[in-house]
């Protein structure tokens, strides 16, 4: 560890105990950290403090660490802001940096006599509405363009006075001819009605659309009762298109009205935080980060510096803000409440979030711009398309039963991982709720132990679960996972044996995947692999018990079928001596129960 200046724990002594912003910069006279404090003095003088408890980045840090400058604010909200600001401009070495890259557009409400409504990426200070950003330009056209089927607004820019309007200096365009306009150019529309169709759009853009249908359905009656039929139906055809729009969105929940969701997922040397807000019980906007990890840095500094960027970029943020991490202690007195759900709604909001920031981290990470691609992640990719999944499947589990005419029932279950097999997590099953010859039912019984055991343990479901098998074994392996609320959650597939054919559920015709496919081929080699598990098993167990069948036959009196039925109720020798006088009596009757004891005493068996 090389020593620390005197000159910077000279500067240190000498910070204020206010709120702000701290720079530290290298012998080079560059900065390489930039950092917000409640107390400027208390955080700073914190990282020169027991520097060999502190983690490798900040060790490298404060090694590098030549001079110190700061900039004290009001608050530590304004601490924050300006920090990711700064952040921003001089791209520090040590600091987490979000790799947005984009300057995602907004919609605006200009402020104006009659105000446009259009999509803009330049934030101005004009007294203007901005709703957003969205990241989803798809998402933010389709928005507009509701707004404009819903209420005809002007795309001019003409300065619409009062005085301009008597005067008659403009006419009206080929926009009011085809009906996207009112034409309040002419005064055709007056400004109170005007403005009311403007309050409307802005409760479309926060998502809360129930003041609008109630409007709109008031006016539609009494345009019925006044027999005006023809507006009557142009309402009910505006209150349509919004009833589909909310269709189209993501509604969360009645009860929930409005909070944020944020995540973070952490992968190697790459991060993701997605942000969702909910407004109304509905998911309107939508936001994600990608970073590089540099120094290892804690899901709670990433997630951290997310609120930091979204402060900075002007959004508002409720104060209740649900998450997978907790922030730091410095994040929670900003007048945010964090909270980790663990069950409800809210759990599921997390979840929803914690999704899309895995399927996009996995997507980075088969892409060349931090690892290239191998031949077996271009094969998950292409079984990802071909079986129509939302994330690679990089973990798939595989069953398969055997017996012999319903002696010696098992199963097996093999486990691949990055398109290899994970042979330490290779499980065997002996059957014990099913009888005979039926692998449908043994099917469903392995395949529940499995996830219920996992679901337990709290352990990692896999991406893809498949059943050595057709329609039946697969509806078995269904019936499992509907039972423990997992049937949505994993995908569920079977293959059949002789024309390899892929079923799904709820799809009564198989899906057939190109013969030379590298896709069906890892498939099947998964197939083929729990088979040979599942035999191997099966013929040690029948192994086994026929040695044990032989020695029960050596009692007189103990016939091929009693000692058969002895080894299925309990499966072993040494169980079967485990067994009491009364409950052998109570199974098998007073006579087998007496030769079994009999043949204990003289160590027959």
């Not at 795309?155 to 926009?175: D, G, H, M, Q």
């Not at 109170?192 to 169709?197: G, L």
């Not at 979840?351 to 191998?374: A, R």
């Not at 035999?535 to 000692?563: C, E, M, V, Y």
């Amino acid at each position: 560890m090389k020593p620390i200046n005197p000159s910077v724990l000279e500067k240190v002594q000498q910070l204020p105990n206010v709120p702000g912003v701290y720079r530290f910069i290298n012998k080079s006279g560059k900065i390489i950290y930039i950092g917000k404090a409640k107390n400027l003095r208390n955080r700073v003088r914190s990282y020169f403090r027991q520097v060999e408890k502190h983690s490798f980045r900040i060790q490298r840090l404060v090694e590098n660490i030549r001079d110190l400058a700061y900039t004290i604010t009001n608050s530590e909200i304004e601490a924050l802001v300006l920090e990711n600001n700064l952040i921003k401009h001089h791209q520090p070495r040590y600091n987490i940096l979000l790799k947005d890259g984009k300057t995602y557009p907004y919609i605006c409400v200009k402020e104006e006599r009659f105000p446009r409504v259009f999509s803009t990426r330049r934030k101005l200070d004009d007294g203007s509405l901005y709703f957003g950003p969205y990241p989803n330009g798809k998402a933010m056209r389709t928005l507009l363009d509701l707004i404009a089927k819903l209420y005809p607004l002007r795309n001019c820019n003409y300065t619409l006075s009062e005085s301009n309007i008597r005067a008659k200096k403009f006419k009206v365009c080929l926009e009011y001819q085809i009906g996207n306009c009112a034409g309040p150019c002419e005064g055709k529309l007056s400004v109170d009605i005007y403005h009311q169709n403007i309050e409307a759009i802005k409760h479309i853009l926060k998502g809360n659309l129930n003041p609008i249908f109630k409007a709109l359905t008031e006016q539609m009656q009494e345009y019925a009762q006044a027999f005006q039929f023809e507006e009557a139906q142009e309402t009910k055809e505006r209150i349509e298109l919004l009833k589909a729009y909310k269709r189209k969105n993501t509604i969360v929940s009645n009860k929930i009205d409005q909070l944020e969701v944020l995540t973070v997922l952490v992968e190697e040397h790459l991060g993701l935080v997605n942000h969702f807000k909910v407004q109304h019980g509905t998911i309107t906007q939508t936001h994600s980060w990608e970073l590089k990890r540099r120094y290892e840095e804690s899901e709670s500094e990433i997630l951290e510096a997310a609120i930091g960027y979204l402060l900075s970029e002007g959004v508002s943020l409720h104060k209740e803000i649900i998450t997978n991490v907790l922030p730091s202690k410095q994040a929670t007195q900003l007048g945010y409440t964090f909270q980790v759900p663990k069950i409800g709604e809210k759990k599921h909001l997390v979840d929803l979030s914690e999704k899309n920031c895995k399927t996009l981290i996995i997507e980075k990470l088969y892409k060349q711009t931090f690892k290239k691609p191998s031949p077996t992640d271009t094969i998950l990719l292409e079984l990802k398309r071909v079986l129509h999944l939302s994330e690679i499947p990089i973990h798939i589990e595989c069953f398969d039963n055997s017996n012999t005419q319903g002696s010696f029932p098992v199963a097996s279950l093999v486990v691949f991982k990055n398109g290899k097999p994970t042979k330490k997590d290779y499980r065997h099953f002996n059957i014990k709720t099913v009888e005979g010859p039926n692998d449908f039912a043994s099917m469903e019984e392995v395949v529940k132990r499995r996830y219920k055991r996992l679901l337990e343990e709290d352990v990692a479901l896999p991406q893809l679960i498949m059943v050595d098998g057709g329609k039946g074994q697969l509806s078995s392996a269904a019936q499992a996972l509907k039972s423990l609320g997992l049937l949505s959650k994993v995908p569920l597939i079977g293959i059949a044996k002789r024309l390899e054919e892929i079923y799904v559920l709820d799809d009564p015709i198989p899906l057939h995947i190109d013969k030379k496919s590298p896709a069906l081929k890892l498939l099947q080699r998964i197939r083929n692999e729990a088979h040979r598990f599942a035999i191997t098993f099966h013929r040690n167990q029948r192994s086994r018990g026929q040695n044990q069948d032989t020695a029960l036959k050596k009692i007189p009196g103990i016939g091929s079928k009693t000692a058969q039925k002895l080894l299925i109720e309990y499966r072993s020798l040494k169980k079967l001596k485990e067994a009491t006088h009364k409950e052998l009596q109570e199974k098998f009757g007073a006579h087998i129960a007496r030769l079994l004891v009999d043949a204990k005493s003289k160590n027959i068996i």
